[in-house]
């Protein structure tokens, strides 16, 4: 199945609206034409089945049908230090694909970066979502300070720090704490350097369990896909 992607505001009762970037990809890539189906998410977790009944000037489709598919749980957030930017991205989308919900990226003290392009990474995260088939488009949060991150991680049921090998494995606090499944799972990562002492200080002092990933060093992006895969074995 292609998957195409609509705004809310783009969707009426019976019709939706592509936008420029999805028009051109439904006519001169996939050759769509009038009378052809598409299915169409608004990336909060409706599927719609559709017809083409226009091409010119918009593509408009008709609603033949809707499903709503709830958000799995426990919903995972991944919150990382900033990085170079291709390598953000990189984390971006594949983590879009491995089920994130939301992304939070943190101006750490080892950070090297502080910002993004925005509209770049939204563009990411819609094809990744449409590629893995997903419903839900991730939400993208910056936070200033890892203090500014920790004051509003409150909703985050079980929360996770990969500090460095000396704490226990990632693995083994899962199958501790996934005995009461929990409603949703925050991962941090640390940027090249990781997290200084204050930092891992102040993960404590918010319920964070300070976890490994395993004996060796690993890049930001590679930690964090790791980590989430072994999240995903759990909810799975």
Known sequence: MELFFANPENIQADEIILDDFERKHALNVLRKSPGEPLAVTDGVGNLFRTTIISEKPQVRLKINGREHHPLP????????????????????EKGTELGVSAFYLIQTVY????????????????????????????QVQVFASLHDFLTSSEFCTLRLAAIDRNHPLLLDVLNEQFNAKPESVCLAIGPEGGFNPEEVDLFQEYGFHAVSLGKSRLRTETAALSGISIIRQFIH
């Open 111 to 138: 950070a090297n970066y502080a910002s993004g392009n925005t509209g770049r990474w939204q563009k990411i995260l819609r094809q990744a979502m449409k590629q893995s088939l997903q419903y839900y488009l991730p």
């Open 73 to 92: 749980r426990p919903k995972i957030i991944l919150a990382v230090g900033f990085i170079r930017p291709n390598r953000l991205e990189f984390i971006l």
